[in-house]
């Protein structure tokens, strides 16, 4: 029997970018978010000319996408991700490990010419693969994670990937987009830090990607009625990048994804709509038609985007009470996704589910609040703090009763990139995590 190959395709900021053989983009960036200051110099090396569209970056602002960041990634109040390395590790597990691929890309650019990109690497390597004995029948298993789920579904329902494809996996994908990426040109991803936050919209405002992100559903209320962008005009969010937002939905209605699996977090508070209030934008956790969504999303995804508008006969979708930053590294989500690769499945996991509201950016040294709530009031819970080096933040934090089944603690951060980790102190395990960046 042949061995599929087997494709990782990373999310928004998972590649490593280098310019000349230096890095401009890897986990230790993470650590550069001590103040404002300090990411001036790596903000302006990420920009992209303006109004770029479905191209590659050319001259001073080309770059190569060497590997996958294993760590810790991300851009303040707008994206952040886990790295790679238990998913590889766990990978390699699998018969014939050789034929686990990775596809590492410039995360800047259109999820349509990324896909396109996918394309050309495919042809080539699927054809070497198979020219082995034993491997003639090989196809193409697809794990992408979050964009990368993107660019796979597109090359898959739009430029001839089902001829080679066996499934695609996807975990945290936001097929109908998400409403965090307004604010990367209406502006408030950092509030709390406002210098960097206007530095941050005039880097996500130059690439094609964060406009592939915008949603594509009628998430907009202007008036009291619901609309999406094709409908309504949001302040700082121009025409050209209102309709890049509708480019992978409408490829992918040229194709179905006949055997798919998309894995979604759940539980934790997400923004779902937008109401335009004067010249202002006002972000909410409800739907745009004012009814609640209890499930919410994985913190930046909507549970109900992380699958295709479309979805074809047979299509598995899992949700797990995680954020999205930390879905690829979950146990119980890398446990579903290595399963999936090969076609067999395994239970939903039972016990304590926990959800988390945690701030993004907080000011060093200065008191923000944590709470998490659980489905059980009682459950004992601690926080352990990690910075994105390895370093520990001593003692571990005990959550007190708030009532209502929440738990909450304060915390005062050094400057620099924290972990924050929730967890089952005695009963049934359960956890969930995210980065806070604490700016000096």
Known sequence: MAHDLVVVVPGFLGSVLERRGREIWNTTMAAAWTSVTSTTDLLNSLRLPEGLGDEPADGAYAADATRLVTGWHVLPGLWAGAGYHRLLARLQRLDRPERVLTFPYDWRLSVPYNARELGRRIELTLERWRSQPGEQDARVVFIGHSMGGLIAAAYVAAYGGAEVTRRIITVGTPFAGAVRTVKAYAGGLTPAAERLDT??????????????????????????????????????????????????????????????????????????????????????????????????????????????????????????????????????????????????????????????????????????????????????????????????????????????????????????????????????????????????
């Not at 209320?221 to 409408?250: C, I, M, Q």
């Not at 489905?375 to 005990?398: F, K, M, Q, S």
Request: glycine share 8%; net charge negative.
């Open 199 to 440: 530095a941050l919209t005039r880097l996500t405002r130059t690439l094609p990607a964060v406009a592939n992100l915008l949603p594509s559903y009628r998430f907009a209320t202007h008036s009291g009625v619901p609309a999406d962008l094709r409908e309504v005009t949001l302040p700082g969010v121009p025409r050209t990048a209102a309709e890049a937002a509708f480019a992978v939905p409408d490829l992918l209605l040229k194709g179905d994804l006949t055997d798919a699996v998309h894995l979604g977090g759940r539980r934790q508070p997400t923004e779902l709509s937008a109401e335009v209030a004067g010249d202002g934008i006002a972000y909410r956790r409800r739907l745009a038609d004012g009814t609640d969504f209890p499930a919410h999303g994985d913190g930046i995804v909507p549970a109900f985007a992380c699958l295709p508008a479309h979805p074809a006969v047979g299509t598995r979708t899992m949700h797990f009470a995680v954020r999205h930053a930390t879905l690829q590294n979950d146990d119980h989500v890398l446990e579903h996704t290595v399963d999936a690769v090969d076609g067999s499945g395994v239970d939903l996991p039972s016990g304590p589910e926990l959800t988390a509201y945690l701030p993004e950016v907080i000011r060093a040294g200065e008191p923000a609040r944590v709470w998490i709530s659980s489905d059980n009031a009682t459950l004992p819970l601690t926080l352990r703090i990690t910075h994105v080096d390895g370093r520990v933040l001593e003692p571990a934090l005990p959550l007190r009763p708030l009532g209502d089944g929440n738990q909450g603690a304060i915390l005062r951060l050094p400057a620099g990139a924290w972990e924050v980790r929730a967890t089952t102190v005695t009963g049934p395990p359960a956890t969930v995590a995210d980065i806070v960046i604490a700016i000096s």
